[in-house]
């Protein structure tokens, strides 16, 4: 991932079903998704099994990786800055999330 990214941030209080929500949007895009939780507020989603091991070697593109912050006051997706495959697909879920929210 490009470092600092880009942010996109859904502003307003949070809650742990916002976890299952972004779960399931991400699965309609990589339905072998793996999330790794790596603090309580913090994780990253993989593509499938091939770009979480990359990931975890630290020897990935990226193509198929998000990173996920969620506070109490906001869920922000990290995503690359330049076009990829996995900014297209924070992208998509983001508007979903966005209209989870407001709907």
């Known amino acids: 991932m490009t470092p600092g990214g880009i942010h996109l941030i ?3 209080p949070t809650s742990g079903d916002e976890w299952w929500a972004l ?3 991400v699965r309609q895009h990589w ?3 793996i999330v790794h939780r790596t ?5 990253s ?3 499938d099994q ?3 091991q990359e990931g975890l070697s630290g020897k990935g593109s990226h193509q198929g990786h998000l990173r996920v912050l969620m ?3 906001s869920l922000t997706l990290v995503i690359d800055a330049q076009p990829t495959e996995a900014g297209r697909v924070g ?3 983001f508007t979903a999330l966005q209209g989870l929210r407001e709907g």
């Open 71 to 73: 506070g109490p006051e």
């Open 31 to 33: 339905p072998d998704a």
């Open 23 to 25: 779960i399931f949007e």
């Open 91 to 93: 992208q998509e879920v």
């Open 45 to 47: 989603v993989y593509r």
């Open 10 to 12: 859904l502003e307003g």
């Open 50 to 52: 091939e770009a979480f």
């Open 39 to 43: 603090e309580p507020d913090e994780a």
